[in-house]
């Protein structure tokens, strides 16, 4: 018996290696959402309702305007480094003209409060956007914290630059998927086929 899916037949025998071929392959790639409403932040910073974004716009009475997780001070932890585990987020520097602005963001030592240094800071000095990315594997074990900063430089008179920060989030690399999820979710997608190919039987014979 073969099946149609549209215009193209197939037959269980080749759905069945298609699935065993898939299965024996399968890996799945983590992401966890960091939530923004757990970080504290600076009265000109204002974040999505549901966490997922925030703009930082200046600040006429501070020179630097902060969006900040630091367990070390008493936020949640959010920030968990394992092996294979990036650190990435989306942004918008916006530096209308006649604007002198940094857009900086550092992963912090949550004892210590400050930053880990080279290669876990990222610096913009004029209008960009991108997705910026750390590898955390190096610093399993560690209390980490997040920092986003708009700084004005002296001589910075406009005060009207931004910054959007979004989807801040933990990836995993992709992890092969143990074996008994392996087989259960053959085994349900076997399932499935076989009911769908009796199916189609019995309407053959009726």
Do not use: W, Y
């Not at 004892?111 to 990222?122: Q, R, W």
């Amino acid at each position: 018996m073969r099946l149609s899916f549209g215009a193209k037949p197939i037959t269980f025998r080749n759905v069945f290696a298609s699935f065993f071929l898939f299965f024996s392959h399968a890996s799945l790639a983590v992401v966890i959402p960091v939530n923004l409403n757990d970080f504290f932040s600076d009265p000109t910073v204002t974040i999505s309702v549901d966490g997922s974004s925030a703009t930082l716009a200046e600040d006429s009475s501070v020179s630097t305007v902060i969006l900040s997780n630091d367990p070390g001070l008493g936020d949640p932890e959010v920030i968990f480094a394992a092996a294979g585990t990036n650190l990435l987020f989306d942004f918008e520097f916006i530096e209308p003209l006649d604007n002198d602005n940094v857009f900086s963001v550092f992963v912090l030592d949550g004892d210590s409060g400050l930053s880990f240094g080279a290669g876990f800071e990222f610096l913009a000095t004029d209008s960009d956007l991108g997705t910026v990315s750390f590898d955390l594997t190096g610093l399993v074990g560690e209390l980490l914290g997040l920092q986003f900063e708009l700084g004005a430089n002296i001589g910075d008179e406009q005060l009207t630059s931004t910054v959007l920060v979004s989807n801040v989030r933990l990836e995993t690399m992709d992890v092969e998927v143990p074996e008994p999820m392996l087989l259960l979710l053959f085994g349900l997608g076997l399932t499935i086929i076989t009911a769908f190919v009796r199916r189609e039987s019995n309407k053959k014979n009726n």
